[in-house]
Nanobody, 128 residues
Framework: QVQLVESGGGLVQAGGSLRLSCVAS????????KGWFRQAPGKEREFVAT??????????ADSVKGRFTISSDNAKNMLKLYLDMTDLKFEDTAVYYC???????????????????WGQGTQVTVSS
C-alpha cells in the first residue's frame, strides 16, 4: 500500500506562485509513474501533469503548459512528487490530487483510471 500525503495548497493572488508536494513512505521499493490532477467545484477531475518513473519524460495539459512544472525525487524508500505553479489564474482554483501507479514501462499516464494510489487532495484558491 502506498499512502500519498499532499501539502502546499493555499490562497494566492492571480499571478502568484505555489509549490505542491506529495510524499509517501515505501514499504516495498519500487518505481512509479506519477501525476497531478485537479477538480473544481461542479466539474470532473481533470489531468494536470504527469512524469515517468525516472523523471525523464513529462507531459502537461494545455491549460497549464509553460506555467506549471512537475518534478520528482527517486529516493530508495520514499516517493516524492512536486508541482511548481507560476502565473496562477483564477481558473486554476481547484482541489489538487497527486496520484501514482507502479511503472511497467518508461511511459506516463494521463488518464486518471490508470492510477492506483491517490492523495487526499489539497485546496488551491486563486483570487482574481
Amino acid at each position: 500500500q502506498v499512502q500519498l500525503v499532499e501539502s502546499g495548497g493555499g490562497l494566492v493572488q492571480a499571478g502568484g506562485s505555489l509549490r505542491l508536494s506529495c510524499v509517501a513512505s515505501l514499504h516495498t521499493p519500487g518505481t512509479f509513474i506519477k501525476g497531478w490532477f485537479r477538480q473544481a467545484p461542479g466539474k470532473e477531475r481533470e489531468f494536470v501533469a504527469t512524469i515517468n518513473w525516472n523523471g525523464g519524460r513529462t507531459y502537461y495539459a494545455d491549460s497549464v503548459k509553460g506555467r506549471f512544472t512537475i518534478s520528482s525525487d527517486n529516493a530508495k524508500n520514499m516517493l516524492k512528487l512536486y508541482l511548481d505553479m507560476t502565473d496562477l489564474k483564477f481558473e486554476d482554483t481547484a482541489v489538487y490530487y497527486c496520484a501514482a501507479a507502479r511503472a511497467l514501462s518508461g511511459s506516463y499516464y494521463t488518464n486518471y483510471e490508470d492510477y492506483t494510489y491517490w492523495g487526499q487532495g489539497t485546496q488551491v484558491t486563486v483570487s482574481s
